[in-house]
Each structure stands twice: as C-alpha cells, then as structure tokens.
C-alpha cells in the first residue's frame, strides 16, 4: 500500500468529496478515485458509503483511518529523525515552557546550552502553567517549566528563581494635569488588570481592599496582554518584574512605588520527571546556577 493512497484517503476523509480532495492535493479527481479504489481493493471491503456527489466513511473507514493517519505520522517522524541526525543533532529536548519564561529567559539559556552541546536540538511547546504540569505528567515533554510548583512522588520540582511582583503602569501614569498623583489616586483613576498570573492574586487583592477602597479590576488571563495594554495607557497591574522590565528601560511603563505592604514574589519551578538521562540534567544544571538564572542585579 502506497503512501500517496494513505494520503488521500485521509484527505477524502476530511473533505467528504472526491472533487474538492483533488484540488486540495492537486491532482486529477480520476488519480483520487483511483487511490481510494487501490486501498479498497487491498483491504478487500469498502471504506467509504457514497451519498450523491459526497462521501462519507462507513464504520469500517472510520476505524481504519485512525490506522491511515498513525502510519502517516510515523513516516514524517522518521524522515525528520533522519534529516536531524544529519544536520548533527544527536538529542532532543523536549521543554513545555510558560508564556512568561519563554518570552524572557528561555532565549538565552538554549543559545548558551548550545554552545556546550551544539548537537542538541530543542522542541519548544509555549503554554500555561497548568498545562506545563500535565505535559510533565503525561511524558509529553522533557522538561516543564512554570509558575506552579508539583508535589508528586515521580515529578523533581526545582525552583529556579523568584521574581520581584511590582506595580507598573503606563508612562507619565502618576501625573494627571501636571499634578502628581498618590498611588491611592492612581488606583482611583485606572483599572486594575488582576489574574495574570495563577498564583498570588487571591491574597493581594484582600490585602490591597484594606487599604484601598473601591478598587475597579479587569480580569487579564495572560501577562503578555496586561503588558501591552498598559502600555496602550488602558490600565495597571502587578506584574513579575522580569515581564515588564525591558519596557520600562525603554520609558513605556512606569513602576509606581506601593506603600501599602510588601508585595510577593513570583516563583518559576523546573519540573521534570525522575530518572533522566544526562543532557537533559546538564540543561537544568546550567539553568539553575543563580548566576546565570537570575541577574538580580540587574533588576
């Protein structure tokens, strides 16, 4: 069996007509008749029920084309594996990675990685920290890297570093008609994007209540969003330094002192599951050197 017939098939599959799989393939509406008929004839029962100018897969069809796409699948993966081992790659890493520290420092850690081990690829998944968690669980990844710690028995959890939480909002925000604002007027005169982070806005917000009255939130569920809207001047937040760091060097975002009481920190956590092999240890070693995660100084 053929894979241009597996293809196909597949494709008839998704379309439900023979004539929009041909110009979706790029072939002649015969040559897909053909292949599906060659696939038929092999199996020696019919896949599809014909209805008028549609097709649709029968019970039998509809299993088989689990198989079809398996066998697909694993073709392309083996094409890849061979076309990585010569270009030099020996390993991969798999790293399910948070928004937050992809978009910060996991740049810098592959490109120093691959100096000490330049036959290492990476295979980068960019999600939320719950989903890192279930990633790390379900073996989907090598690494895990988020915002949420793990408690379990066969997943290594490894804080890698804490990042300051401070108030910031928009260029020029604490100055109003050429009037220098309070933090309590300022809170009065914007929204407060609250949520982006999973951890430690429950407790921030009962104790900023005490001393702030009549808070007005917007619920923001990613930091990159917050970020960018406070730079549109739609609002502040509380956000992990690191996030909002590069924007206020270059005069976008303010950082606005808090008097009220001492803010938390968000911490990052490296999750993997025990038992790996070396290259994937040599990455959190490096990773998890103070000097080279964290630049606090720098802050």
């Known amino acids: 069996m053929e894979l241009s017939w597996l293809k196909t098939f597949i494709t008839a599959a998704e379309e439900g007509n023979f004539r929009r799989t041909a110009d979706r393939l790029h072939v002649a509406q015969s040559t897909v008749t053909l292949h599906i008929q060659n696939i038929e004839d ?91 968690i279930s990633s790390v669980i379900n073996q989907e990844c090598d690494i895990g890297i988020g915002r949420i710690p793990v408690v379990q028995e066969q997943i290594e959890c490894i804080e890698l570093y804490n990042d300051p939480i401070v108030l910031v909002g928009p260029h020029g925000v604490g100055v109003l008609n050429e009037r220098v604002l309070s933090t309590n007027d300022i809170f009065h005169e914007n929204l407060l994007f609250t949520y982006n982070h999973p951890l430690y806005w429950d407790d921030l917000l009962f104790q900023l209540r005490q001393h702030v009255s009549n808070v007005r939130t917007m619920k923001v569920s990613k930091v990159h969003v917050s970020v960018e809207w406070i730079k549109e001047g739609m609002g502040i937040s509380f956000l992990p330094l690191s996030t909002v760091k590069d924007q206020v060097e270059k005069g976008y975002i303010d950082i606005i002192p808090f008097p009220y009481f001492s803010l938390p920190s968000a911490h990052t956590y490296i999750l993997t599951r025990k038992n790996q092999n070396q290259t994937i240890y040599s990455f959190i070693e490096l990773i998890s050197k103070e000097e080279f995660s964290f630049k606090r100084e720098q802050l």
């Open 42 to 132: 092999k199996l020696e029962t019919q896949l599809f029920d014909r209805v008028g100018r549609s097709v649709q897969l029968n019970p039998t069809g509809l299993g088989f084309l689990q198989y079809a796409k398996t066998i697909l699948e694993n073709y392309n993966e083996s094409i890849e594996y061979v076309a990585r081992r010569l270009q030099g790659y020996q390993e991969t890493i798999k790293i399910s990675v948070a928004t937050v520290v992809a978009t910060t420092y996991l740049p810098s850690w592959i490109r120093e990685f691959r100096k000490m081990s330049p036959e290492t690829e990476f295979s980068i998944e960019v999600t939320d920290s719950s989903s890192v």
